[in-house]
């Protein structure tokens, strides 16, 4: 059973930094990609980034995030995580994570692995 815990969010000034957490139980977490996917009030759910089961790939969905977010994983803890840095207001949203499908250590944000989802950690950033 798929099971995620969010956690991270928080008030932050522009320009600041977060670093979110995703712990994963109930599965082998290590054997999956996982993703970050973020929700702002009255847009659909897009994908941020995910990272393969080994850590080695990862992969950021749009040009406004790379360069700004990365992605990590502790597979000995069952946990991923994002560092979020230089924030930006276009950044606030619900960030959710999941297990994404990956296929040669690449790592598909279009392709769930589960229809579990954590409960989602709030990320404002505003001055």
């Known amino acids: 059973q798929f099971q995620f815990a969010d956690s991270g969010g928080g008030l932050v000034q522009p320009g600041g930094s977060l670093k979110l957490s995703c712990a994963a139980s109930?599965?082998?977490?290590?054997?999956?990609?996982i993703g970050w996917f973020r929700q702002a009030p009255g847009k659909e759910r897009e994908g941020v980034s995910c990272?393969?089961?080994?850590?080695?790939?990862?992969?950021y969905a749009a040009d406004s995030v790379k360069g700004r977010f990365t992605m990590s994983r502790d597979n000995a803890k069952n946990t991923a995580f994002l560092h979020m840095n230089n924030l930006k207001p276009e950044d606030s949203a619900v960030y959710f994570c999941?297990?994404?499908?990956?296929?040669?250590?690449?790592?598909?944000?279009?392709?769930?692995?589960?229809?579990?989802w954590g409960q989602g950690t709030q990320v404002t950033v505003s001055s």
């Open positions: 109930g599965f082998s977490a290590d054997k999956y990609a």
């Open positions: 999941t297990a994404v499908r990956q296929l040669d250590e690449q790592c598909d944000l279009r392709a769930l692995r589960t229809d579990s």
């Open positions: 990272i393969s089961s080994s850590g080695r790939n990862t992969w």
